[in-house]
């Protein structure tokens, strides 16, 4: 809880501005005839357990404005890495590896992102079925495996990944229901060999969207939990014919960059500034984010 971070880093109350809660998305549904993006953790109750103002629910607003909600983290990625890239002698592609995976493509003047499919949930799932672990450490069972590739090209059959950004996705997408509908045709797959093959699924998505998407790229930055799949580096790192490394060289912890992220959409709103880019989520306009909710001392 926010509580518990407050207490854990030793920081007063009294030095933290307002706290930007991403919230944990139970369902994201951008296309629908009536879209909607529906977070859980309530900023009411994180302002008042706190008496810290908290900004949340940033994404509805987006979806409202016609966009798609997601990714939201492109703009952070632009205010922070063109203080440490020279754009216009370097485009750099950053990927967040989260249960989702998302690029953003960042150059001189322009800013591309999208969701480019599946990071590590499904993978996750996978292990969690088969090992009885939350996730598969440094990717160690999936390099024990053979990718399939019939499967991985079956997977890869799939619409989202020929769609044309902007585009969004979800864990409610790219569940256990999408995967065992896949695998119903490859009834001879062994288990570690369909982890190598998710693994495999993770890696051609990201590499691909690089290739199509943003092919000028000179450099990878990859962040989030997938940074520590050393099997997916190495898979990423293969396929891309540019260096590929994670925000850690740059002095960013690659697990707490979508929190900052959140941390600055939440100035962005205190300072009445918008924090989408429209080319990303397919907005009409940039439109200020999230729901202030005040802290003791109002904000």
Not at 175 to 198: N, V
């Amino acid at each position: 809880s926010a509580q518990q971070l407050l207490n854990k880093a030793a920081i007063p109350h009294s030095a933290v501005t307002a706290i930007g809660s991403h919230g944990q998305t139970v369902y994201h549904a951008p296309n629908l005839t009536s879209p909607f993006s529906l977070q859980i953790g309530d900023p009411n109750i994180i302002a008042e357990l706190t008496g810290i103002t908290t900004v949340a629910d940033f994404r509805r607003r987006d979806v409202a404005a016609k966009g798609q909600g997601a990714p939201l983290v492109p703009a952070f990625h632009q205010a922070i890495f063109s203080g440490i890239f020279d754009l216009s002698q370097q485009p750099v592609s950053i990927v967040n590896i989260g249960g989702i995976a998302n690029i953003s493509h960042l150059t001189e003047h322009n800013v591309l992102g999208f969701d480019t499919g599946p990071g590590n949930t499904l993978m996750d799932e996978w292990a969690q079925k088969h090992m009885n672990q939350s996730y598969d450490e440094r990717g160690a069972w999936a390099k024990s495996g053979n990718a399939d590739s019939r499967l991985v090209k079956h997977f890869k059959n799939d619409p989202y990944f020929t769609s044309e950004p902007p585009k969004s996705t979800g864990k409610e997408y790219f569940s256990m229901g999408w995967l065992e509908s896949k695998l119903a045709s490859f009834p001879q797959c062994t288990a570690k060999d369909i982890q190598a093959s998710l693994c495999q699924l993770t890696a051609d998505t990201i590499s691909q969207a690089i290739q199509n998407h943003a092919p000028l790229t000179e450099h990878t930055v990859i962040c989030g939990g997938g940074v520590h799949n050393e099997y997916l580096m190495q898979l990423i790192s293969n396929t891309l014919q540019h260096p590929v490394s994670s925000t850690a060289e740059y002095g960013i912890n690659p697990d707490h960059v979508e929190a900052i992220a959140f941390a600055w959409l939440a100035r962005q709103t205190l300072h009445n500034l918008p924090g989408n880019l429209t080319q990303v989520t397919g907005a009409r306009k940039p439109v200020i984010l999230g729901g202030i909710y005040p802290g003791e001392k109002g904000y």
